[in-house]
């Protein structure tokens, strides 16, 4: 115990909220450099063991959490609570007025709304999360009784940024999702529900917003169970005046007593009245919260044999089962990933109303890092836990040069860098989540997506734009690394025992999940204002892509034009602004266009094409035999079942085929293509198909009509080797440009015979009204929008694609009466009524552009709808000269 005593932290002043006092502190530190303590001690052994111990309980004291929810939800409003009382900050930031802390670009300060995730550390209680002694909990005392380290990730909301949710989603361990009560579950609510449920995340839920007027707490809870497909453990109900007036607390199911905020004050102070004071004052809520925790302890123990056990032992009172039991059982159920059972809590967190024990509920049932969910992996063509793999239970190939199970031990740290971010004044931070060991100060770290080494000379830990300097970051937590060059957002980094560059097989394929880009669908073009500009420019872009995997750089081969795409017109204007005003590039940008495609609508004939000419100094000499013709997706290919095909894959929505007939493959005792004696001097099979495949894509990059890139398109390149290859002459650069010259004349013969067709990006499309704009929307959207009849009220599974799980009957959920609802006519008739409805349809991209705007005003500015990418679908001849001529200027 003498290092816990060394390790603890003088107790500073206490901050008294309701009959619960928190230690309040600076936040310094997470975690404490451990290398600065050079106790004392008789026996090396005992320090260690000591030290490991601290550690553990150290761990056991972290939450790595995220906000996730629709825009305007309520997301960042509640995390400057969060910020402001755990003591982080001294004053409460406002969003409307631009002086939010995890808000601090200046486009999401001028616009209101969230568009990087932030990180930012804090303890709660307040302290600095080191107070506790090494040893057994005491189990008598909720887990918020001791001060904890939140490392918490301010997500974005707007469909725009799904992808920067995406990215923070998956180093999580647990996640609040907040509803507005108000709207109750919208479109991308269930959106961000499913991401997270990819994952299997932990998570609770807060129903925010319940000041304002329309607020129905029991229809959103119905939702949950309804549109969710979860069971909502109703932990809190909300305490309005006399039943129907203002929303002045919460009422809390597990401790059995009202918590009352004063309205226009910080929220600090916290009147707790118990259940027995509830009785006397306020019965009626009283027998509300006593049907609450009948229902809560009923619907735990369907799913815990250990509640009911504590049920039996009180003689089977619900209101006698002790808090305690009933958290324990909560967070049994939020760890088991097979349960639907989901806490909901209660606030209002702009009237700073439900907070504090909504952190309690965070700190008390998310789980540590020790307890999440054990990270997938992959190493070697294996996939598997992280864990298992650590432990030796995952099974390696065997490597020729080294045991995978003696490469493993010697693993120092491993790590995801799961953001990119360029700082004025810091340069380049990567964001990193420790997932094993110990990422220590200027340890060499090898890039298993790169295959190269870098050095981490700082490590930091970031409180949102601020920074603390640290010497290292030890498993389990979120840090940054400044200093690396080429580390991209999902990228994983290793450190190997001995500081080695390249660690051993099979570590240098080892992968932590990583992200499926989604296509992008708009672009613009990019100019500098003059070539002295150009490569600052160019470094710029480069900084962008680092930053946003989900952005695209292309250049236009006829105009020579730099093109940018992204998810949407938000997604490039914020792009626009990030490269003009914050990287400071003196460029302009065009309007923003859509990314159409191009396909072929028949088969062209086989084109021959020798390529003869000097590259670089040397002679260059191949040829190659190309045919085009159209491709529907899940469409094989005929020639699969032949020998003499190398390759047969889809690319970016093409398939090429690559067919080396005669070429004498010679194999290995695996079955795998090795080499043949037909090849040039130096070349393999992997070199061949890698040329051939490379000079296709590039001629399909641009369609032989309306030059857009191509799709649906089947190329099928045959290499003779007595035709077509030459020796020595015959080099890899040779054969790639053989195959473009001959896949470009293929294509350019297609609109000659039966011709090309423009594609357009159709969009699944849900849309969230009230009932009385619902008929104005849909004839808008079937009419003018030019689409079929679209489906209303369309069933979670078709709006968000979740699990195959049975339906809840929401009307078999305990949820309380709204104060507007009549309990003659029931909450059946109240859900059918009031609740917001649900449109799904699939819209031509084209015809969503600026529809924001038209939706609301449609609804009188209620409307929301997000979108995603659906297919790709051929145009019909007038739709396809009408979007000509526009592009055109009108000529």
């Known amino acids: 115990m003498v290092v816990a005593s060394l390790l603890r932290v003088p107790q500073s002043g206490m901050r008294c909220m309701g009959s619960h006092c928190y230690r309040t502190s600076s936040p310094l530190k997470s975690f404490l450099d451990i290398k600065k303590f050079r106790p004392s001690m008789s026996s090396a052994r005992c320090f260690s063991t000591s030290l490991t111990r601290w550690q553990d309980e150290v761990l056991d004291r972290t939450r790595n959490i995220g906000i996730i929810a629709h825009i305007d939800a309520g997301k960042t409003t509640t995390t400057e609570r ?270 700073n109303m439900g907070v504090q024990p909504l952190l309690d509920a965070v700190v008390n049932l998310l789980p540590s890092p020790p307890e999440a969910p054990d990270p997938e992996v992959s190493i070697g063509g294996v996939k598997g836990g992280l864990r298992r793999l650590l432990s030796g239970d995952l099974i390696v190939e065997q490597s020729e040069k080294a045991s995978p199970k003696d490469a493993i031990s010697k693993l120092q740290s491993c790590a995801l860098a799961f953001k990119v971010v360029n700082d004025a004044k810091r340069g380049v931070l990567v964001y990193v989540r420790v997932y094993s060991g110990s990422l220590d100060r200027n340890s060499l770290l090898f890039n298993t997506n790169l295959h190269l080494s870098e050095r981490a000379p700082r490590l930091l830990k970031m409180y949102a734009n601020d920074a603390v300097e640290v010497d290292s970051i030890p498993a389990g937590h979120i840090g940054v690394v400044v200093g690396l060059k080429h580390a991209r957002t999902g990228d994983t980094l290793v450190s190997y025992a001995g500081n080695k560059a390249t660690p051993p097989e099979p570590l240098t394929s080892l992968q932590l999940r990583p992200i499926d880009v989604p296509p992008p669908v708009f672009f613009t073009s990019v100019e500098p204002h003059s070539l002295s500009e150009e490569k600052k420019m160019q470094d710029s872009l480069a900084l962008l892509l680092r930053e946003d995997p989900s952005l695209h750089i292309s250049v236009d081969e006829e105009s020579g034009q730099t093109l940018l795409s992204g998810m949407g017109e938000l997604h490039l204007e914020i792009a626009r602004d990030r490269l003009i005003n914050d990287l400071k590039a003196k460029a302009s940008m065009g309007r923003i266009e859509i990314g159409y495609r191009e396909s072929a609508l028949g088969a062209s004939s086989a084109i021959t094409k020798m390529f003869d000419k000097d590259i670089a100094g040397r002679r260059g000499k191949a040829g190659c035999t190309a045919i085009v013709e159209p491709f529907s997706d899940g469409e094989e290919a005929s020639e699969l079942s032949d020998e003499d095909t190398l390759l047969a894959e889809t690319i970016e929505g093409n398939q090429i085929i690559i067919r080396a007939p005669g070429l004498q493959l010679e194999r290995t005792s695996r079955g795998e293509e090795e080499s043949s004696p037909l090849l040039p001097p130096g070349m393999d099979i992997v070199t061949l198909r890698t040329a051939l495949q490379n000079g296709s894509l590039a001629a399909l990059a641009r369609g032989p009509q309306f030059t857009f890139p191509m799709h649906n398109t089947r190329v099928t390149l045959t290499v003779n080797p007595t035709e077509h290859l030459f020796g020595g002459d015959t080099t890899a650069s040779a054969l790639s440009a053989a195959a473009r010259q001959a896949t470009s004349a293929a294509l350019r013969e297609t609109p000659r015979r039966p011709g090309t067709a423009m594609m357009e990006p159709v969009m699944n499309v849900v849309i969230s009204v009230d009932e009385a704009s619902l008929g104005s929307v849909v004839h808008d959207i079937s009419s003018s929008r030019e689409v079929p009849l679209p489906s209303t009220d369309a069933s979670p599974d078709s709006v968000v694609g979740q699990e195959d799980l049975p339906p809840i009957d929401p009307n078999r959920v305990y949820a309380p009466l709204d104060p507007f609802e009549s309990p003659s006519l029931g909450a059946e008739i109240s859900v059918s009524t009031s609740r917001p409805r649900t449109i799904t349809a699939k819209v031509p991209l084209k015809e969503m552009v600026g529809y924001l705007k038209h939706l609301r005003s449609l609804t009188a500015g209620r409307g929301t709808f997000v979108m995603s990418v659906d297919r790709f679908e051929n145009m019909s001849a007038q739709r396809q000269k009408a979007v000509m001529t526009e592009l055109r200027g009108g000529f």
């Open 82 to 351: 969060m910020l402001f009382y755990s003591g982080f900050t001294r004053r409460i930031g406002d969003v409307d007025e631009g002086s939010t802390v995890t808000d601090f670009l200046p486009a999401e300060r001028a616009r209101g709304i969230t568009i990087q995730s932030a990180a930012i550390t804090f303890h709660w209680p307040p302290g600095d999360g080191n107070e506790a002694q090494p040893g057994v909990r005491d189990e008598s005392l909720p887990r918020s009784a001791v001060s904890h380290t939140i490392n918490l990730i301010d997500t974005p909301g707007h469909a725009d940024f799904t992808f920067e949710v995406m990215r923070s989603l998956r180093i999580l361990d647990g996640a609040v999702c907040i509803l507005d009560g108000v709207a109750g579950v919208e479109a991308q609510t269930e959106k961000v529900w499913h991401q997270a449920s990819t994952y299997q995340i932990p998570r609770v839920i807060y129903v925010n917003k319940l000041d304002r007027d329309g607020a129905a707490f029991g229809r959103t809870v119905r939702e949950v169970s309804s549109r969710l497909s979860v069971y909502p453990a109703v932990c809190h109900i909300p305490w309005f005046v006399a039943g129907t007036g203002p929303f002045i607390g919460i009422a809390d199911a597990i401790n059995l007593q009202g918590l009352r905020w004063k309205d226009g004050e910080d929220g600090r102070s916290v009147k707790m009245m118990s259940f027995d004071q509830l009785e006397k004052e306020e019965p009626s809520l009283a027998q509300e919260l006593k049907k609450a925790r009948v229902a809560l302890v009923e619907l735990l123990s369907e799913q815990d044999e250990t509640i009911v056990e504590k049920f039996f032992e009180c003689d089977e009172d619900h209101l006698a089962v002790s808090s305690m039991d009933i958290i324990d059982s909560l967070r049994r159920c939020v760890l088991d990933p097979s349960s639907r059972i989901v806490p909901l809590f209660a606030g209002a967190s702009f009237r």
